[in-house]
């Protein structure tokens, strides 16, 4: 099992940035990271996910604003949100999937004004 700590939420008017901390509770260098959102009445949805290798992708909404990295030395995985939009509104949370394994933070607010 792995424990997830996200942390970096807060509010910031469009246009801002924000980045996003997830702290691991062991080592994750064989394990699939993640972000994912919930805004309110929808459902949880796929941000950017980053492999061990440092492979990447995103959804089509934050393309070329967002970027996720990981430092597997300190099992942290990061979320550089650049140019947030009121759409990005949402709850934000990790996820550490390996084998048939996985694991959600406890989520972080994110709140764009516009």
């Known amino acids: 099992q792995v424990q997830l700590v996200e942390s970096g939420g807060g509010s910031v008017q469009a246009g801002g940035s924000l980045r996003l901390s997830c702290a691991a509770s062991?080592?994750?260098?064989?394990?699939?990271m993640g972000w994912y959102r919930q805004a309110p009445g929808k459902q949880r949805e796929l941000v950017a996910v980053?492999?061990?290798?440092?492979?990447?992708n995103y959804a089509d909404s934050v393309k070329g604003r967002f970027t996720i990295s990981r430092d597997n030395a300190k099992n942290t995985v990061y979320l550089q949100m650049n140019s947030l939009k009121s759409e990005d509104t949402a709850v934000y949370y990790c996820?550490?999937?390996w084998g048939d394994g996985n694991s959600w933070g406890q989520g972080t607010q994110v709140t764009v004004s516009s």
């Open positions: 996820n550490a999937r």
């Open positions: 980053i492999t061990s290798g440092g492979t990447t």
């Open positions: 062991r080592s994750f260098y064989r394990i699939v």
